[in-house]
């Protein structure tokens, strides 16, 4: 059993991306082409932002966006606890000082009392200026968009939305990538919408920082590429890979479809048991993935060990919280009390989970895992 099914995938929409790929090659413009610019334009309109500027993946679309507002050392950026580390990874290569804050257990997304407590924080340290803030829609779920806009308004911080994990999801009737001042995505293969190798792109409703953020991933070119007018990147999407997701934008909001469908399976099977993913009222989650949570530390264990067996896969997504990793020894922080990131990272795992995933194999995981949790309690 895959752990998500891109073969799958690919058997339902190989006629047309096949067709749109050998396009490419026999147009011979490889990097910003047509297809790129046409695909800026519809994801643009798809999570419903002025414009969109396509690059060479997540981290980089993240970087260009800390570059853009210039951030750099002196500035504090708030970040959650329970994240990949590419959130906040290149604002550190800037030199920013990064700040972890809670998750709440209800949607494992940035806790704003906590948010507001490290704002405080640090403005009475005052070492370091509070800049900015990123969000991230941790697993396809919507971060709090209400409580974190107005927390970013009262301290005057930007706002970054990370929704790496969260295209295809909504808050209210608005779609992930449109919230705060500028949002981030990927197109790794195994994101919500992948593309076949990597990708990303940055969303902006701001004319300016589009212009900076043109200018950023081509070198910081200024008229062209050889007036060069700031420190920038080579950050730019393929053509190939700018055909790959024209392609697959035609299924997406199916595949969103199916991926409720098969949580709701999901949820109605285990939710007894475990501690199944909570969407909040109004809102949608993509399921980048979907992760329950275990009473306790044995318990996931067990269950993790009873599935292998079952030749079914399981991820710990992430096993350790941001100020736990080794790189980030220096802030000193391993030993504070970051309560809910620890029991999450403690107990939680991800399931086989796929819009493609098969009736029977979706069976396969609810029975074994039913199975194991009656007879052990
Ligand atoms: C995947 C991911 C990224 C980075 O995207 P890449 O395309 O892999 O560079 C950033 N943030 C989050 C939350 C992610 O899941």
Same mark, same amino acid.
């Given at each position: 059993m895959e752990f998500i099914d891109l073969k799958a995938q690919y058997e339902c929409i190989h006629a047309d991306v096949t067709r749109r790929i050998v396009d490419v090659m026999k147009s /011979? @413009?490889? =990097? &910003?082409s047509d297809e790129v610019d046409l695909f800026e334009k519809k994801i643009a309109k798809y999570v419903g932002r002025k414009y969109a500027v396509a690059c060479g993946n997540g981290t980089e679309a993240l970087q260009l966006i800390y570059m853009a507002y210039g951030l750099g050392s002196g500035d504090a950026v708030f970040c959650p606890d329970m994240t990949f580390i590419a959130s906040i990874e290149p604002a550190v290569m800037l030199g920013v000082h990064p700040v972890f804050c809670d998750i709440d257990l209800r949607n494992y997304n940035l806790d704003p009392v906590c948010l507001e407590t490290k704002i405080e924080e640090v403005l009475r340290e005052g070492k370091y200026m509070p800049k900015a803030i990123i969000a991230v829609d941790f697993l396809g779920h919507p971060f709090d968009v209400v409580k974190i806009s107005d927390i970013a308004q009262k301290y005057g911080l930007i706002l970054i939305e990370d929704a790496a994990q969260g =295209? /295809? %999801?909504?808050f209210g009737s608005k779609k992930c990538g449109s919230f705060g001042d500028i949002s981030a995505t990927s197109f790794f293969p195994t994101k919500p919408l992948g593309c076949y190798g990597d990708g990303g792109a940055v969303f902006t409703d701001n004319e300016e920082i589009y212009g900076i953020l043109k200018s950023l991933r081509v @070198? /910081? #070119?200024? #008229? !062209? #590429? $050889?007036?060069? =007018?700031r420190i920038g990147m080579n950050s730019r999407l393929d053509s190939i890979q700018a055909a790959v997701l024209l392609s697959k934008l035609q299924v997406f909001d199916e595949e969103i479809e199916k991926r409720q469908n098969i949580a709701k399976r999901y949820d109605e099977a285990l939710g007894k048991y475990l501690k199944i993913p909570s969407v909040c009222t109004g809102c949608k989650s993509s399921y980048a993935q979907y992760v329950v949570m275990a009473s306790d530390i044995e318990r996931r264990e067990q269950l993790v060990q009873i599935l292998k067996e079952n030749e079914i896969p399981t991820i710990y997504y992430y096993p350790t919280p941001m100020h736990r990793l080794p790189v980030f020894? $220096? &802030? !000193?922080? %391993?030993?504070?009390?970051y309560q809910n990131t620890l029991q999450y990272s403690n107990t939680a795992f991800g399931i086989p989970f796929s819009p493609y995933l098969a009736n029977e194999d979706q069976k396969k995981v609810i029975d074994v895992m039913v199975h194991t949790l009656e007879r052990c309690g």
């Open positions: /011979g @413009h490889f =990097i &910003l =295209i /295809g %999801a909504q @070198h /910081g #070119k200024g #008229k !062209n #590429k $050889y007036d060069n =007018i020894r $220096y &802030l !000193n922080t %391993a030993d504070e009390d």
